[in-house]
């Protein structure tokens, strides 16, 4: 069996690690204003479930799951909503 502070320290690791994984993404979707190979249907499914983690998150009172998911929901909506804002953008004629 696993000691619970070895568990816990798992925990913090993998939600640090999932969190912030997004933030490559927007930092490049930001700079470059590309957004043509994101898919829209992923991160409007994706923002939800983290928003209901969120959620649930808030509901059991877990500190960890409403750390990640609120800095992952924020991350993840920024690339939804830039993907919306730029794909309406018509490209610019040379």
């Known amino acids: ?3 619970p502070l ?3 320290g798992i925990g ?3 939600a640090c690690l999932t969190t ?3 933030l490559p ?4 979707v930001w700079r470059t204003k590309s957004v043509r190979d994101i898919s829209l249907v992923t991160y409007i499914s994706l923002t939800l479930g983290v928003l209901l983690w969120f959620l649930y998150g808030l509901g059991i009172g877990s500190l960890p799951v409403i750390l990640a998911n609120g800095i992952t929901l924020v991350l993840a ?8 804002r730029y ?8």
């Open 1 to 3: 069996m696993v000691a």
């Open 6 to 8: 070895l568990t816990e």
């Open 12 to 14: 913090y690791i993998a």
């Open 20 to 22: 912030f994984a997004f």
């Open 25 to 28: 993404q927007v930092l490049k």
């Open 77 to 84: 909506a920024s690339i939804l909503i830039m993907k919306i």
């Open 87 to 94: 794909s309406r953008r018509r490209p610019s004629r040379r």
